[in-house]
């Protein structure tokens, strides 16, 4: 049935309609003028006459960028720390939450509590840096130069993530790893065959936090990793836009393009890859946020 | 479990007397040798204690030693010697943070303040409008309209710190000789929000605009995202709710007030809660990569002042590692606080 709106009713719809407009509008504005930006031609860049669309289009701050080995190399570097640290934070997260999410788990409370009191309190920056600062020092010595393996293996640990995971697990029917024991089934299997297949989307989304933690890393990179062709892309962003703000070393700055176009380059291909794949894990960021209400 | 006396005892009908129960001989003999039976248990399910031995590792290495570092702050630091060798000096760090009245001392109340402040600001302006965008969603009747604006809001949320920041740093920056200002400060000059001198010196520069910029990108960049739990509670609501109302002559306020919010009034305390638990958590990458020397005076918040006297040639890691024990005690304690009345005023415990 349908009924005609009340006015007040009416009202509501209309302002909805507008503010939600003009949010939307403004969340996606900065990207479209960093684009613009970066496709524009010198005196209109730095006159400030883009609003919106591109004026006199050059491509060469792209191409400046794109010649440049070291944003490849830190791009490979960011690729290297998301695959490899998402995969070891996974390793350890997963074995861990599938043991926590025993009820035959002895002192599981002290277990538990050790995980969920990290979140409560954290040592904050000094202490860790100090402990990293140890922590590479093991790690050279063991003969791990490489100080992107520290960021990899030391870092990105979340105890949330561990226990939406076992939370997950928790959920699992008792009876089917029943029949699975009964089967014959070991303990890594019941894990792998049972467990892990009927939790696919927790970790899925699980896998995703860790992997966007991992691309978003700045600040341990910065501070643990002293050599620039290992510095990862958030880092070599940075970097280049203390650098290309700096009025003084700027003046001499005699390209057809203004040098702002480069660092709006930058962005617009540091954010590129994550629209190209937000479609397909947009629905399981959407379910993490709903996964909330931790319970103990 | 309760054990009563029926249950130790039993009446032995051969020998006419009472004895011990075969089920408290058990439990007895568990408690006799409690370790032996702990022993036995791990023996037998050996394979679930090696899984949980990676991620214990991880957290001990990595989150508990540091920990044990930040004990740094009652002991005399020299940046040379490891905690444990260092000298016990009591609360002189924290006398001195807090007592002596120095500009070390200044800045660490400065720091304090700055961190509720930014904290209590995030609450006001950036608790509220993520449900009141979930309520606009509510009234978007066409699926892919919705998903259209859903998609644009949480657009920001998948951009790192520090492109968020990169960007709002060229969208605000100053002009020069050589080039013009930001284009938001360029929008600002226009309408004659601020005047064009101050736009030109730079937004960032700027003490008195850091908070409103702080706050504005966090909810440029959040509350599309944020917005999701509230927008599941609300379309969670049935139908026929609304229709029982609208026939009782409810308008949208009523509608609002008597339907809407008594449904998502959950999910609100427990949101709220949480967001009271963290709130001394203040993202320091941020305010790192926003601030600088100009902007202390409203930027500086307790974790950037203990990052620069503790890593870079400030007083000293001791001073450093004070600062973060209070920070990081109040945080803590605001976070009990917050579970605890989460667990007495809701059923849901947060952790």
New interface residues.
């Given amino acids: 049935m349908k009924r005609k709106l009340e006015i007040s009713e009416l009202i509501f719809k209309i302002i909805s309609y507008t503010l939600l407009t003009v949010f939307a509008l403004c969340c996606l504005y900065p990207f479209v003028y960093a684009i613009s930006a970066s496709i524009s031609g010198r005196s209109a860049v730095e006159y400030g006459s883009v609003v919106l669309f591109p004026k006199d289009v050059q491509f060469e701050a792209f191409a400046k960028m794109f010649g440049d080995n070291m944003f490849w190399n830190a791009y490979s570097n960011t690729l290297f720390v998301t695959l490899y640290g998402t995969i070891w934070a996974m390793f350890t997260s997963i074995l861990g939450a599938y043991a926590l999410s025993k009820r035959r788990l002895l002192f599981r409370k002290f277990f538990n509590f050790f995980l969920v009191f990290t979140m409560w309190f954290s040592a904050g920056i000094v202490p860790q840096y100090l402990n990293y600062l140890d922590t590479q020092k093991v790690f050279n010595a063991i003969g791990i130069m490489d100080d992107k393996w520290l960021v990899v293996i030391a870092m990105g640990m979340a105890a949330m993530n561990i226990i939406l995971l076992r939370n997950a697990f928790e959920g699992v029917p008792s009876e089917i790893e029943e029949a699975a024991v009964v089967d014959g089934a070991s303990e890594f299997q019941v894990l792998s065959k049972v467990y892990i297949p009927m939790s696919k989307s927790t970790i899925a989304t699980v896998a995703l936090f860790f992997a966007i933690s991992r691309w978003n890393g700045y600040f341990w990179a910065r501070q643990m990793i002293s050599n620039s062709n290992e510095h990862p892309l958030q880092v070599f962003i940075r970097l280049r836009l203390e650098e290309y703000t700096d009025p003084e070393a700027m003046s001499g700055w005699n390209e057809a393009f203004a040098s702002d176009s480069v660092i709006y380059a930058l962005i617009v291909c540091s954010i590129v890859p994550i629209l190209i794949i937000y479609p397909f894990i947009q629905k399981y960021f959407a379910k993490g946020v709903n996964m909330g209400g931790v319970k103990e | 479990m309760k054990v009563g006396a029926a249950d130790y005892l039993e009446f032995d009908k051969a020998r006419g007397v009472y004895r011990v129960s075969p089920e408290q001989a058990v439990r007895d003999d568990v408690e006799k040798h409690y370790w032996l039976h702990?022993g036995r248990?791990?023996v037998k399910?050996w394979?679930?204690?090696l899984?949980?031995i990676?991620?214990?590792l991880?957290?001990l290495?990595?989150?508990?030693?540091?920990?044990?570092?930040?004990l740094?702050c009652f002991k005399v630091s020299d940046n040379v010697l490891p905690v444990s060798k260092q000298l016990f000096s009591g609360f002189s760090y924290f006398k001195r943070l807090l007592l002596a009245g120095d500009s070390l001392s200044t800045d660490f109340w400065r720091a304090m303040r700055n961190t509720f402040i930014l904290s209590f600001y995030g609450l006001c302006f950036g608790f509220p409008i993520p449900i009141i965008?979930a309520?606009?969603?509510n009234?978007?009747r066409s699926n892919i309209a919705r998903s259209?604006?859903q998609?644009?809001?949480?657009?920001?949320k998948?951009?790192?710190?520090?492109?968020m920041t990169?960007?709002v740093?060229?969208?605000v920056?100053?002009g020069?000789?050589?080039?013009?200002?930001g284009?938001v400060s360029?929008f600002l000059a226009n309408i004659g929000l601020i005047s064009p001198e101050v736009a030109n010196a730079g937004l960032l520069n700027n003490p008195s605009f850091f908070r409103s910029i702080y706050q504005i990108s966090g909810i440029?960049e959040g509350?599309?995202?944020d917005s999701?739990?509230f927008f599941?509670a609300i379309i969670a609501i049935s139908p026929t709710s609304y229709e029982a109302a609208?026939i009782d002559g409810a308008?949208?306020?009523a509608?609002m007030r008597y339907v809407v919010l008594p449904s998502i009034l959950s999910t609100i305390v427990?949101m709220l809660i949480?967001r009271i638990g963290t709130l001394l958590n203040i993202g320091?990458?941020k305010v790192?990569?926003l601030y600088n020397p100009q902007t202390y005076v409203t930027a500086d918040v307790v974790?950037t002042f203990?990052?620069r006297?503790?890593?870079g040639t400030g007083a000293g890691?001791g001073i450093?590692?004070a600062a973060?024990?209070m920070?990081?005690?109040i945080?803590?304690l605001l976070?009990?606080g917050a579970n605890t009345i989460a667990r007495k005023a809701s059923d849901?415990?947060?952790?």
């Fill in positions: 702990v248990t791990i399910d394979r679930l204690y899984m949980l990676p991620m214990m991880v957290f290495f990595w989150r508990y030693f540091p920990m044990y570092e930040l740094g965008l309520l606009f969603f009234e978007i259209v604006y998609v644009l809001t949480y657009l920001p998948f951009m790192s710190t520090v492109v990169s960007l740093t060229m969208l920056k100053q020069s000789l050589t080039t013009g200002m284009i360029q440029w509350a599309g995202y999701i739990v599941a609208q308008n949208k306020m509608q427990i949480t320091y990458e790192l990569l974790s203990a990052n006297n503790g890593m890691t450093a590692a973060e024990m920070n990081n005690v945080g803590m976070v009990i849901t415990s947060l952790y």
